[in-house]
């Protein structure tokens, strides 16, 4: 069976994504791009790396157009995301709807109030599969490898509304999520220091982003706990069995195109605990996620839906230092989506995600 497709904002970085990874995917297949102002074009004109077969017309966004495709993926801004998605809940739509942007990832309507601002456009099934929650921590810490997080995977394949993590988010929650589980850290007192690729602001056309601004030039552009991605981070971690959870979170965007570097410090709680040990037993059996010995970098995982995942413990400072590296495109958006999907629909959750990376 063929399951047809819609991306909504497919003239974006992220649509443009999704769309690479669904040309590989051998079930699904591209049959409505929609876009705001680029409406009319081609989506090989934005999108050159793109297959010939997907020389689509980008059609103005619509929601009656698309209502009856099988999958739509919403890739707006946020505010834009929860409008478009309740006009398509009162059309009836029976599609599977998945928005890679922030409007329906948190839960607490304070928290979006508070950093985005205006009504809570709702809460969706939330788009990481290997999210660890508290109830199946110890069993999977205990399991030492022959396990893996199942309760978000239940939740995704019973979805038809999914909500794909923000980018940062995975990183730092990929980080630091065993450490969370097995008590091992103090989530009270969590920083996060993120280097970004530029493709994470979007392709808006703003000074800051001009190549003249942003070739050798490290810039910070948020710090003392504004960062959107701040409750979503502490929302996951407190799913993963953390109490009390603060979260002060530095992003840098860098002179790349794409990637994340996330390093994540923490006090440590439990010095009898085998970090790695526990890590292992955590992500094993998780084929997109690799422990490895090494100080993780970007450039292995660009292009892929990989992830790689460090943890280190100081002695002298009593600090727990976790560094995860993913493409913020590939497991950041389009195949956290895309993984997401072939769950929802019942397909093999791998079928379609590009696990190689690209080099030099």
């Known amino acids: 069976m063929t399951f047809s497709a819609a991306i909504i904002g497919a003239s974006g970085s992220a649509g443009g994504e999704i769309a690479r990874y669904l040309a590989a995917h051998p079930q699904v297949e591209i049959t409505q791009v929609c876009a705001h102002s680029q409406a009319g074009s081609k989506l090989r004109e934005l999108h050159p790396h793109l297959p010939a077969e997907l020389d689509h017309v980008l059609a103005?966004?619509?929601?009656?157009?698309?209502?009856?495709?099988?999958?739509?993926?919403?890739?707006?801004?946020?505010?834009?995301?929860?409008?478009?998605?309740?006009?398509?809940?009162q059309l009836g739509s029976n599609a599977l709807v998945i928005d890679v942007g922030a409007d329906h990832r948190l839960t607490d309507p304070k928290a979006w109030e508070k950093y985005y601002g205006g009504t809570h456009p709702g809460a969706w099934v939330y788009g990481m599969p290997e999210l660890i929650h508290r109830e199946e921590s110890q069993a999977l810490i205990e399991a030492g490898g022959s396990a893996?997080?199942?309760?978000?995977?239940?939740?995704?394949?019973?979805?038809?509304?999914?909500?794909?993590?923000?980018?940062?988010?995975?990183?730092?929650?990929?980080?630091?999520?065993?450490?969370?589980?097995?008590?091992a850290v103090d989530a009270?007192?969590?920083?996060?220091?993120?280097?970004?690729?530029?493709?994470?602001?979007?392709?808006?056309?703003?000074?800051?982003?001009?190549?003249?601004?942003?070739?050798?030039?490290?810039?910070?552009?948020?710090?003392?706990?504004?960062?959107?991605?701040?409750?979503?981070?502490?929302?996951?971690?407190?799913?993963?069995?953390?109490?009390?959870?603060?979260?002060?979170?530095?992003?840098?965007?860098?002179?790349?195109?794409?990637?994340?570097?996330?390093?994540?410090?923490?006090?440590?709680?439990?010095?009898?605990?085998d970090l790695e040990a526990i890590y292992?037993?955590?992500?094993?059996?998780?084929?997109?996620?690799?422990?490895?010995?090494?100080?993780?970098?970007?450039?292995?995982?660009?292009?892929?839906?990989?992830?790689?995942?460090?943890?280190?413990?100081?002695?002298?400072?009593?600090?727990?230092?976790?560094?995860?590296?993913?493409?913020?495109?590939?497991k950041g958006t389009a195949a956290a989506a895309v993984q997401s999907m072939n769950l929802a629909l019942g397909l093999p959750e791998l079928e379609g995600i590009n696990q190689i990376g690209v080099a030099p």
């Open 60 to 89: 103005p966004i619509d929601p009656a157009v698309v209502a009856d495709t099988d999958v739509i993926f919403v890739a707006l801004p946020h505010g834009k995301s929860g409008e478009l998605t309740n006009q398509l809940q």
């Open 148 to 183: 893996r997080a199942e309760l978000s995977r239940q939740e995704l394949r019973q979805a038809r509304t999914i909500a794909v993590p923000g980018c940062n988010v995975t990183a730092a929650t990929l980080a630091i999520q065993p450490a969370i589980a097995a008590a």
């Open 188 to 273: 009270s007192k969590i920083t996060v220091t993120a280097a970004v690729g530029y493709s994470g602001a979007g392709k808006s056309v703003q000074p800051r982003l001009m190549a003249i601004q942003a070739l050798s030039n490290l810039v910070p552009y948020s710090a003392t706990g504004k960062h959107r991605h701040i409750p979503e981070i502490v929302q996951n971690l407190k799913v993963a069995g953390a109490g009390e959870t603060n979260v002060s979170f530095t992003p840098i965007l860098t002179p790349t195109s794409r990637g994340i570097l996330a390093v994540v410090n923490a006090p440590l709680n439990a010095a009898d605990k």
């Open 280 to 330: 292992h037993a955590c992500y094993q059996n998780e084929p997109l996620i690799e422990v490895t010995d090494q100080l993780p970098q970007t450039q292995p995982v660009l292009g892929s839906a990989r992830a790689q995942v460090w943890v280190g413990t100081d002695p002298q400072a009593q600090m727990v230092t976790a560094i995860c590296a993913i493409d913020n495109l590939g």
